[in-house]
């Protein structure tokens, strides 16, 4: 059984938020709004299909795919830019490979104790941030 990733998440950590938003090219007005933000992530996992809706009182951005099937992504309200995604599980971790024009973009989830991990990275930057459980 694969672990399950379900529920709902408060950020409580967000390293290098600024260098990841750096890389995607993301404005300085809206740079400065976003770091300010504490997300939360709605987490539905059934089976290989996931729903993760990650929400703020500035902009809130659904993600919906199955492990193993590459899927269009389109970024609104990030950096709008298209990729090309694919999730994958590399043991307990579930893994986002997201091809396109930014070069090493992705992130990785993970869970360690009751905390929900998550590293996004594009090109040389690497953003950590932690959840807790809501
Ligand atoms: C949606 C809440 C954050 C809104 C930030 C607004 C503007 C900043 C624009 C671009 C920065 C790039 C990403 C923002 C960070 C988080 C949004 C979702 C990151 C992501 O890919 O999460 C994955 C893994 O949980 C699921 O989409």
């Not at 938003?21 to 997300?39: E, N, Q, S």
């Not at 709605?42 to 919906?64: A, E, N």
Request: hydrophobic share 30%.
């Amino acid at each position: 059984m694969p672990v399950d990733f379900s529920g709902t998440w408060n950020l409580t950590s967000n390293d290098n938020f600024e260098g990841y938003m750096l890389a995607l090219g993301i404005d300085f007005a809206t740079r400065k709004i976003a770091k300010m933000l504490k997300p939360q992530k709605v987490i539905k996992q059934d089976g290989d299909s996931f729903s993760i809706h990650t929400t703020s009182t500035f902009r809130d951005y659904l993600l919906q795919f199955k492990i193993g099937e590459e899927f269009e992504e389109d970024n609104k309200g990030l950096d709008n830019r298209k990729c090309k995604s694919l999730v994958t599980w590399d043991n307990d971790k579930l893994v986002c490979v997201q091809t396109g024009e930014k070069k090493n973009r992705g992130w990785t989830h993970w869970i360690e104790g009751d905390d929900l991990h998550l590293e996004l990275h594009c090109e040389n930057q690497v953003c950590k941030q932690i959840y807790k459980r809501a």
